[in-house]
């Protein structure tokens, strides 16, 4: 009987997961339902499970449980409390020669894009970073199911399908807000695995010296549900000055395309796109955008887009929901006024 | 003595990259190649590093004859000494396959100039994979530090650097045991205007060329494509999306067409939700 | 702390030093090269060509002065040029005047229109197969001089930026900043006799551009000068090259009238894209790329002295067009070459003095280069100062012509008379013929 494991690397900082895992985990599940389909014997099975390396973290696991794994691994370890390249390599290598996964999943964030590299060398096989899409193939090739893994390439103009063929695990890294976080489910059902963690003393070579943390308040564009973008359009920094305030009164966050973070108008944190964020807010007005692929692929997911733009035939009209035709330093005064007078009187 | 080795790629400046309306497929004509931007930087600060400190920096390259031209600027931009690692064997290489001949390529390099310092690019805007650094790092088992924002001290005497890393929300910094293997931001070094001589040099300059028989010792099923495990099932453009309503200013005034936005109940909606 | 650097042995050092790697530039390095001169080339872009831009047409018997066999070695040319002409733009209406066959008729064609991109990479490296040695991303930004003054090379931008040489041939093209910097000439480019050409270039299948225009095949192209109704009614010219499977249409306007009315270029090649007329011209047509380049047209007024010691001057940077006759390009390829024979003759003799280097604005008078530069020294001002040229002939012309193709069953001597007022409500036959005679002696320079 084999047991396929389908993995997916749970990220935490500080007793904290990353939102991005448990969105893993909802793609976990959807593979795993098309695996049940896919693998011949009656006897095989599929388990969706999880990685969790750390110290004193037990919540966590049980959030993971409650989040859709049917089992956690964990490892605990003062090593593990803040992030290092060589004991978390060495220890989920470890474990995934331990368990041999069919499927690994890991967040790429810049956490992520630090370990699955290095993990996947190790393990000799293939990684396909910053998937859209994962499915399972619709003919079975070798002796296992195999993933088609879908991501952006050159700059996002392409859609490139991988496969990983002959290796296992198949890994994939996925971008934070791409998928839908799963619901949680406080009566879920699982099991905690603790394995021992493989310290080597070599990882003394590489030492923290000093971690300061960013207060990432203003500026955590993945999670905000309403974005107020600008692209070149503006025609220079203070532009985004009148972005803020028009973000300020809609309650939201402001983003930025590659060139204005380029040419230092504005922070990288603020960038959206395929070398920036991905975002999935409810609502995003894209001010002065032309919307070159790149910044379309981070943007698209909004559920509500506005676009803003002189020129009629820019692309990111495409995109857009709604699309005015206009200068844009006369409609988002126009657009602030007019929210506050209707927040004001309250018929909002 | 400070060595330096810095693995550049080139690239197309994917910019500037549009695609054929018609067919679908990637312009590639007109498009500039391009030493990836990341790879610059790095090896601006190998090359920063050298000046201080004294020692050399080769750089490598793996790819089609062409990157001879990226391994010039490479040497333009103060690398001594430029090697272009190219064979047919090589070809339709996933990260995998990459990283085991770079590696094999810096032992070699390893074992005539002992290295202190293997620079990478933290990610190459082609494939944006960021995969290969940290892979060669664990084909070598030398230490791997990821998205390097600045290099405060090498110390060759004592065998240790001291950098500075940038995650998302924390900066840290970082001692490590040389040799080290670090991807590079961009603010890691700016890249230099080089003098005339560096610039006339790296004219005249004729990479060495490291194949598949030599004088790297290959297993001939880690190489190539018969090396990578992932290939390109397929290709496909990003599908259209079906453009909304358009309002023209000019037609309906800059208030009536922000109201009409306004009156959207989505927007309301997600006003809503803000509050 | 010591940077050991490669100067610090080697200086570099060539026979001659050419700044700039365009037409003249090229020119004048393959000339010496192939007499066994050891030529460096200059060039601020990061290739040949990144930092020119035309419309345009270049003109092969310079190519096969100075490469006879350069057909051989596969030229990236667009469309040959077989009809050329002129149209006439008014507000509403068209009339062209162009000619094929005939003295058109040649193969291989007097006229190629090309893509600078191409055409100027392929230049210099037709210099480099001859031994030159190219140079990019590097500005020249003065000569380098002796004790006693003599010229003694070239210095760049870059650091240990030196390069030695007897001779220097300064081809940097419109912006003459080292020119004015030598004191060939005494003044920078005076705005009312400086023309921004500004162009779209625009992709569109071979055979649309065939049918569009009227062109049998690939190897049929066309080049119009368009006079009239192009940048609002101000002084300039339009024209029109079809490419292999794109499409070159642009204007020229000086820059005094730029400034005077404050008009972006931009805007001025939309409005003239959006003309009536010339709008169905691109259509369906995906736009590429757009930009400008400076075109000094002084031409005569702003000729610098050619010759200093040690230093020569060609091309652009030395004013050498002619505007009406969209000749600029031959004039510096041909300047380039001649300025190469004569650096040639500095070396067989040892003497770099302007004693010997006044071969150079000799041997030009003899060509059509200085004689033409005279003769037209009025036009580009005679342009500014009539600008009925610009409206009223052009909306004239459309007028007579439509008037005569629309006569049909009216009588032919009120069909005269009403092509007489379309002239006289707009001008006087007296100021009429005065204009003509104006523009005879403008173009013939009496």
């Known amino acids: 009987m084999t047991i ?157 399908t991988i496969v990983c063929r002959e290796r296992l695990p198949q890994m994939a890294s996925v971008r934070p807000r791409v998928f839908p976080v799963p619901p949680k489910s406080d009566n879920a059902v699982g099991e905690v695995i603790s394995e021992k963690a493989v310290i080597d003393f070599r990882d003394r070579r590489v030492e923290i010296l000093e971690r300061i943390q960013i207060d990432r308040q203003g500026i955590n564009l993945e999670y905000a549900d309403i974005i107020v973008s600008g692209g070149r359009g503006l025609g220079d920094a203070s532009g985004f000055k009148m972005l803020q305030e028009l973000a300020d009164v809609l309650g939201g966050k402001v983003g930025a395309t590659r060139p204005c973070v380029d040419a230092g108008w504005i922070a990288y944190e603020h960038q959206v796109g395929q070398t920036g964020k991905t975002v999935r807010p409810k609502l995003y007005i894209a001010a002065g955008i032309s919307g070159a692929l790149q910044h379309k692929v981070g943007a698209q997911n909004a559920d509500f887009i506005i676009a803003i733009n002189k020129d009629p035939h820019a692309p990111i009209f495409d995109i857009a929901d709604m699309g005015i035709v206009g200068d844009l330093y006369e409609v988002i005064p126009e657009m602030i006024a007019q929210v506050r007078q209707q927040k004001e009187s309250e018929l909002l | 003595m400070f060595h330096a080795v810095v693995a550049i790629k080139q690239v197309p400046d994917t910019t500037n990259i549009r695609i054929d309306s018609e067919t679908g497929n990637l312009v590639r004509a007109g498009v500039p190649a391009i030493m990836n931007p990341y790879d610059a ?49 090589f070809s339709g290489a ?37 995969q290969v650094g940290p892979g060669v790092s664990v084909r070598l088992d030398v230490p791997v530090i990821t998205y390097c924002s600045k290099i405060q001290q090498i110390d060759c005497e004592h065998n240790e650097i001291v950098v500075q890393r940038k995650a998302e929300n924390y900066t840290e910094t970082i001692r490590a045991a040389l040799p080290v293997l670090l991807t590079c931001e961009k603010e890691v070094s700016k890249i230099p205007f080089a003098s005339l001589p560096d610039l006339v040099r790296s004219l005249r300059y004729e990479p060495e060329i490291w194949g598949y028989e030599g004088p790297m010792e290959l297993e001939r099923d880690k190489v190539g494509s018969k090396g990578s495990p992932t290939i390109v099932f397929k290709t496909a453009t990003p599908p259209q999306s079906e453009a909304g309503e358009l309002i023209y200013c000019d037609a309906v005034g800059v208030a009536n067409a922000v109201k009409m936005v306004l009156k959207k109940s989505e927007f309301k909606a997600a006003i809503k939700l803000a509050e | 702390m010591i940077k050991k650097t490669a100067s610090m042995n080697h200086q570099l050092s060539f026979d001659a030093v ?26 601020r872009g990061q290739r040949p060509g990144s930092k020119n831009y035309f419309g345009g047409a270049l003109y092969t018997h310079a190519i096969a002065e100075i490469l006879p066999d350069y057909m051989e070695w596969k030229p990236p040319f667009e469309r040959a040029v077989t009809e050329a002409g002129f149209w006439f733009l008014s507000q509403n209406g068209l009339t ?17 229109i090309t893509l600078r991109s191409k055409f100027d990479v392929w230049w210099a490296d037709q210099a480099q197969r001859l031994g030159a040695f190219l140079i990019p991303k590097t ?16 210095k760049t931008d870059r650091e240990d930026g030196v390069i030695h040489s007897p001779i220097v041939i300064i081809c940097e093209g419109v912006n003459n900043l080292l020119t004015q910097r030598v004191g060939l000439i005494s003044h920078d480019l005076e705005p009312s006799r400086v023309a921004l050409g500004i162009k779209q270039l625009i992709s569109l299948p071979a055979d649309i551009i065939n049918s569009r225009f009227g062109l049998q095949s690939e190897a049929h192209g066309l080049a119009v000068s368009v006079l009239g109704d192009v940048s609002l009614g101000l002084p300039g010219m339009g024209f029109v090259y079809t490419g292999k499977n794109n499409l070159s ?43 400008a380049h400076l075109i000094p047209e002084g031409g005569w007024t702003d000729l610098p002295v050619l010759q200093t010691n040690g230093v020569l001057v060609a091309g652009d940077a030395a004013a050498m067009v002619n505007a009406l006759h969209w000749e600029g390009t031959n004039m510096a390829m041909v300047a380039g070459r001649i300025a190469g024979e004569t650096a040639v003759l500095a070396h067989t003799k040892n003497d770099f003095t302007s004693k010997t280097l006044s071969e150079y604005s000799r ?79 403008a173009v013939m320079g009496w």
Request: charged content about 25%.
């Open chain 1, 4 to 160: 396929h494991r389908v993995w997916v690397f749970i990220e935490q900082q500080g007793g904290r997961a990353h939102p991005v895992s448990w969105e893993l985990l909802a793609v976990a599940n959807d593979l795993a339902k098309q695996l049940k389909t896919k693998i011949g014997s009656a006897n095989d099975t599929v388990s969706v499970e999880c990685v969790l390396l750390g110290n004193n973290i037990p919540a966590l696991a049980r959030d993971a449980i409650s989040f859709g794994a049917e089992r956690v691994y964990l490892v605990e370890h003062p090593v593990f409390e803040q992030y290092m390249n060589a004991p978390y390599c060495k220890n989920v290598t470890a474990l995934a020669k331990k368990y041999t996964p069919t499927v690994f999943l890991i967040g790429a964030t810049n956490l992520g894009r630090d370990l699955a590299g290095a993990v996947a060398t190790s393990l000799e096989t293939g990684l396909t970073a910053d998937c859209t899409d994962i499915v399972v193939d619709e003919v079975d090739r070798v002796d296992h199911p195999l993933l088609l893994a879908t991501r952006p390439a050159f700059g996002g103009n392409i859609l490139a």
């Open chain 2, 41 to 89: 930087h790095a090896l601006a600060a190998a090359v920063e590093w050298k000046r201080r400190l004294g020692g050399r920096v080769t750089i490598l390259s793996m790819g089609p004859p062409s990157f001879a031209a990226s391994i010039r600027e490479g040497i333009e931009l103060g690398a001594d000494r430029g090697i272009l690692i190219s064979a047919r064997q």
């Open chain 2, 94 to 130: 996933d990260t995998l396959a990459t990283s085991y001949v770079l590696a094999k390529a810096i032992e070699k390099i390893h074992s005539e100039e002992p290295v202190s310092v293997i620079f990478f690019g933290k990610q190459a805007i082609d494939g944006d994979t960021a």
């Open chain 3, 18 to 43: 050419v700044v700039g790697a365009g037409l003249a530039g090229c020119a004048t390095a393959i000339t010496m090269a192939k007499e066994g001169l050891k030529v460096a080339i200059v060039e």
């Open chain 3, 96 to 112: 062209k005047m162009t000619v094929q066959g005939g003295y058109l008729d040649k193969a291989p064609a007097d006229a190629f």
């Open chain 3, 139 to 154: 500005t020249v930004v003065d000569l380098l001089r002796g004790n006693d003054g003599r010229v003694q090379g070239i």
């Open chain 3, 249 to 291: 249409i642009g204007l020229g306007v000086n820059l005094d009238v730029l400034a005077e009315y404050r008009l972006k270029p931009y805007e001025v090649l939309k409005r003239y894209l959006e003309h009536p007329i010339i709008k169905p011209l691109i259509k369906d047509g995906q736009l590429l790329e757009y930009g």
């Open chain 3, 363 to 441: 041997r030009l008078e003899d060509e059509f280069l200085l004689k033409d530069l005279r003769q037209y020294r009025g036009f580009s001002k005679f342009l500014e100062t009539h600008p009925q040229f610009m409206d009223v002939y052009p909306s004239f012309m459309n007028d007579a012509m439509g008037l005569w193709f629309s006569a049909f069953g009216k009588p032919k001597k009120q069909l005269f008379k009403e092509i007489f007022q379309s002239l006289t409500k707009r001008r006087s036959v007296f100021h009429a013929a005065a204009d003509m005679i104006s523009m005879a002696k």
